[in-house]
């Protein structure tokens, strides 16, 4: 690998501010955003626009929040590249399982953490998933609003520059367990899905928090590593609404320090 995961993630950039005192200067820092090529066995599948970060998490929680592939244990081996302007990122599958991934109709081409990227098919889109079980966990009302005010002290890039997205998985008890940042948001809830697959996390205790609208696709995404809780800082959409409840997931949104609203699944958060 010629690049490290510890590569910056930010730049420096001079700026002119105006105040009513009037114009001035000074250095602000700017999130960096890249093309990151998606291949598999070496085939190219899609481009991303992300922050340089994490590029295993990410390849490993695309293949399997997309639904490319069904547990972590099908992904032999991921590996990344520095290319002249973005980074490759080479997923290793059984031939079968890359034959039926580009057997699939898609384009090319992603914007910045597109959640169906090249999608042109509706049924593919509304892809079935497997429903989350009825009973799932109780959590109370308190720890959500926990993970809620300690989410921002681990959104280290977002300090910098205000224009990061994160997704962060707690347990039960409101433990942080992981968190990923980048300037897309499916980004973001990929790599932490990765991150959590390859720790091999057990997601169906716990809940994942979101700094983002809750959209269909991020619903897709936390239903396909069976989690059952997903919160949201801003609002749901329709849609991300009727999956959650076709599939039990606990949906979550406009969570803030005192006050948030449940959608769906209301027993499991008491």
């Given at each position: 690998m010629s690049i490290q995961e510890k590569e910056i993630k930010t730049v420096t950039s001079e700026v002119k501010k105006y105040l009513q005192s009037g114009f001035e200067k000074f250095n602000d820092q700017i999130a960096i955003e890249i093309p990151v090529l998606i291949k598999f066995n070496s085939r190219k599948y899609v481009v991303m626009m992300a922050s340089p970060s994490d590029f295993e998490d990410f390849g490993v929680g695309f293949t399997l929040s997309e639904g490319l592939v069904e547990s972590v244990e099908k992904i032999e081996s991921v590996s990344f590249e520095k290319l002249d302007r973005g980074v490759s990122v080479n997923i290793e599958l059984a031939p079968k399982y890359v034959l039926d991934i580009f057997n699939k109709n898609r384009n090319i081409e992603g914007r910045t953490g597109c959640g169906i990227c090249g999608i042109n098919e509706i049924d593919n889109a509304l892809r079935p998933l497997k429903s989350l079980s009825i009973k799932g966990p109780s959590l109370n009302i308190d720890l959500i609003f926990t993970a809620i005010r300690h989410l921002p002290n681990y959104q280290t890039i977002n300090k910098e520059t205000g224009s990061v997205h994160a997704a962060g998985f707690f347990d039960s008890n409101a433990k942080l367990i992981a968190i990923r940042e980048d300037v897309g948001r499916h980004n973001a809830l990929d790599k932490l899905?990765?991150?959590?697959?390859?720790?091999n996390i057990n997601t169906s205790d716990g809940f994942i928090v979101i700094t983002s609208r809750c959209s269909m696709e991020m619903v897709q995404k936390t239903i396909s590593i069976g989690c059952p809780?997903?919160?949201?800082?801003?609002?749901?959409?329709?849609?991300?609404?009727?999956?959650?409840?076709?599939n039990n997931l606990t949906v979550l949104a406009f969570a803030r320090e005192e006050k948030i609203n449940i959608y769906t699944d209301f027993k499991r958060i008491i």
């Open positions: 899905i990765g991150n959590l697959a390859r720790k809780i997903l919160v949201s800082v801003s609002a749901p959409t329709s849609l991300a609404i009727e999956i959650a409840k076709q």
